[in-house]
């Protein structure tokens, strides 16, 4: 193949590097009004007024506008449940909720303004973890119950087959909220149209989502809305669903003229963060060390608006027992409300909350058992064609061979070596992770007339590298050069559905409907040669953009030509892929694929001051086919240096106010060059075993689902400080030394 498997450099390389590529901070349009808001200074609160008469005094000011000046009740948007207020109706449910905003021609003026808004509130109760949320007579954070939504899975018999175990487990695990502190900072510009609709430009992982959303909370129909997703400058979920969107896009309607908002990055903080949770694993084996049971209940807290939350415990609860055989399964867990900023998809979609907790008990046993933490994990991983989940699809890959890759790469053979060389340890773990279920993706190729072709797509571009993938798939069918490929993205108007940018599914999904897309063209392209040749379809060749029936030798623009006249008309080829929907399964449908990783971590500790540093870190990954290595190690080392933030430093602290009291570029701390691995290893197991085109599967998300458990593994290994919190501070370590 020529661009398939190859290291194609991207095709948006220069304008990044060179700093010509547009974000949305970049846009801007005459007769623009800028937008900024003012924020609650508490977390929770009733009887709210809002006096907005000083500021609308400012001059310059166009106007100031509080919940109680929009429509009754205020519109709600959410892309689950439409709960989430444009601006605070009546109540205040988490600290930095939106409660009004300034609207002028300059931003400065927005600021002086916002500072003369006086705000009245009657200040209540909060909760603000998953323990204050559920103790009895808790604070609610809306009406009912904190607990929003609960699910149970299972099969076999726990409790009967206990009596089949040598030896049970029972722990708890907890996991932070993390914010995911992109480097972008959320913008959305919201332009109103002649004919009443509007346009959103928005760096949006998912612009036809968002459609659906702001349509609904406007009373739009969906042609009104045009979404264009620009090129996204760090997304991992946070820019999934709306945040600012349909607050903009109701100001730009209510105005008539266009509103850019641009929070800063403190902000940021208070517009989305990863689900923190509380795992409770009862897990039993027998005396060789093969799982018998898991007992699971998984508590999320999912802040004060539900936006993707029950999405993200359903589907991540569904696969808590990780990639291993467990005969006997009871899962439980909860969405749980808290007065904090509102939770969202994140890199791994709640599945590192759980892995954490299931690997972190893995290593525990293979204390307990005497069996060393990479055979137990052999003697529990299946083989290819098992059964992972009854009813669901089998094992899809040789997982044996991707463990034994990540031992040998880590040295894992040398551990006893290694152990003698003074506070250092070595850990390992699995991450697994399935892909939205029955998801559909759509794509539209066009073969010009000059023999060139634009392939439009949904899927966003947010640095995963999708614009090249898409383009190498349409070079490498239609059998044109990749510069003669030219990918539109992210716009509703432009390109046809696709679901979402989101869960590594990409270049499966779209992938297929690209590729199907180029057959339908080269399909019709040889019936247009046979017409010219007098042959039949089947036997024209296509070579390299050369067409060939009979004796008639082409290039599609020769052949274009002779069809439609000099520099006229075009091929059109259209791809859908649909995910399996099944009847009856808990999620929809089967899995398309499992995305699994293989982390090994090798540390030192600082037995002094708990201080731990991650020598090396290896992440190996059942990838089926790289369509591009290159950009698949990129993100694999993004997502390992991801997952040492959350093992090591990241977490949003609330005081006793319920406040979040580190929403910083300076207080909330994230890897630097000086905090990341000294040496990240990223290797694939390629056996072209994949559903997606080229017998590929997903990638992007799995480099940070296992690197806590394996740098904790490592660390007990190293010092005996055996961490069930995170993150792994080194005032944690330094204490379980002591108290050792």
Not at 328 to 345: G, L, V
Request: with cysteine.
């Amino acid at each position: 193949m020529k661009y398939i498997g190859k290291d194609v450099p991207r095709v948006d390389a220069v304008k990044k590097v060179t700093g010509s590529l547009r974000f949305a901070v970049d846009e801007g349009v005459n007769g623009m009004l800028h937008c900024k808001i003012l924020r609650s200074k508490v977390a929770r609160a009733v009887d709210l007024k809002i006096d907005t008469g000083p500021a609308r005094e400012v001059p310059g000011v166009y106007a100031v506008l509080a919940g109680e000046d929009l429509p009754q009740p205020v519109p709600r948007f959410g892309p689950v449940l439409a709960d989430f207020p444009l601006l605070a109706d009546k109540e205040i449910k988490f600290h930095g909720q939106p409660l009004a905003v300034v609207l002028a021609e300059d931003e400065d003026v927005c600021a002086a303004a916002l500072r003369l808004i006086r705000v009245e509130c009657r200040e209540l109760p909060a909760v603000t973890s998953i323990e204050e949320a559920l103790k009895p007579g808790a604070p609610l954070v809306n009406a009912g119950s904190n607990v929003f939504s609960e699910y149970n899975y299972g099969w076999g018999d726990v409790e009967g087959s206990r009596s089949e175990c040598a030896c049970e487990l029972e722990n708890e695990y907890t996991f932070p909220m993390v914010h995911h502190f992109a480097l972008e900072r959320y913008s959305c510009l919201a332009i109103p149209l002649v004919d009443g609709g509007v346009e959103i430009r928005t760096p949006i992982q998912n612009p036809f989502i968002l459609r659906r959303v702001v349509a609904a909370c406007l009373g739009l129909e969906y042609s009104k809305v045009r979404v264009v997703a620009t090129d996204i400058g760090g997304g991992f979920g946070g820019k999934g669903y709306a945040k600012i969107e349909p607050l903009a896009a109701y100001l730009a309607l209510r105005t008539g003229r266009p509103v850019k908002i641009l929070l800063s990055t403190e902000e940021g903080f208070f517009a989305a963060r990863r689900l923190s949770s509380r795992v409770r694993l009862r897990t039993g084996f027998d005396r060789d060390g093969k799982i018998i049971y898991q007992d699971i209940l998984a508590d999320y807290a999912m802040g004060a608006f539900v936006d993707a939350a029950p999405r993200i415990v359903a589907k991540a609860s569904f696969l808590a027992c990780g990639p291993y055989r467990t005969p006997h399964a009871r899962i439980r867990a909860r969405a749980i409300y808290t007065n904090t900023t509102p939770a969202t998809a994140f890199r791994g979609f709640g599945m590192p909350q759980l892995t954490w907790a299931l690997e972190s008990q893995m290593n525990e046993a293979a204390a307990r058992l005497g069996i060393d933490p990479l055979r137990l994990r052999f003697i529990n991983l299946p083989r290819k064609g098992e059964v992972l989940i009854p009813g669901d699809t089998p094992v899809d890959g040789d997982w044996h061979e991707g463990l034994a890759r990540a031992a040998e790469l880590i040295g894992w053979d040398k551990k006893e070596e290694e152990k003698k060389e003074k506070n250092t340890g070595l850990g390992i773990a699995i991450g697994i992770k399935n892909p939205i279920p029955s998801s559909v993706s759509h794509a539209l190729v066009k073969l010009h007339s000059d023999g060139s072709a634009t392939v439009a797509v949904g899927t966003t571009e947010m640095g995963q590298g999708a614009r090249t993938v898409m383009a190498q798939f349409a070079a490498e069918t239609l059998g044109i050069p990749l510069e003669r490929v030219h990918v539109v993205m992210g716009d509703t108007l432009a390109a046809p559905f696709d679901l979402s940018t989101a869960a590594s599914r990409s270049s499966i999904t779209m992938g297929h409907a690209v590729v199907r897309a180029c057959r339908d063209i080269l399909e019709q392209v040889k019936e247009m040669a046979a017409g010219l040749a007098s042959q039949k379809p089947e036997a024209v060749v296509i070579e390299e953009g050369v067409v060939k029936a009979g004796e008639v030798k082409m290039t599609y623009a020769e052949l274009l030509a002779a069809c439609y006249g000099p520099a006229m008309g075009e091929v059109v080829g259209r791809g859908i892929y649909q995910g399996k929907k099944a009847p009856g399964h808990p999620l929809g449908g089967l899995t398309d694929f499992w995305e699994v990783v293989f982390c090994a971590a090798k540390v030192r500790v600082d037995r002094e001051t708990g201080k731990v540093s991650v020598l090396k870190l290896v992440n190996v990954s059942d990838i089926g086919k790289a369509v591009n290595p290159l950009q698949a190690k990129g993100q694999e080392e993004g997502g390992a240096v991801m997952g040492i933030g959350h093992t090591l430093m990241e977490q949003m602290v609330y005081d006793e106010h319920h406040l979040l009291v580190n929403g910083s570029a300076l207080d909330y701390r994230i890897p630097t060059a000086l905090d990341i691995p000294e040496e990240i290893k990223c290797a694939f197991v390629e056996n072209q075993d994949g559903p997606g085109p080229f017998g590929l599967k997903g990638i992007g998300e799995s480099g940070c689902f296992a690197t806590a458990p394996a740098v904790a593994g490592a660390v007990y290994e190293a010092a005996g400080a055996l961490i069930r919190n995170l993150p792994i501070t080194a005032e944690r370590i330094w204490r379980e030394i002591k108290e050792r």
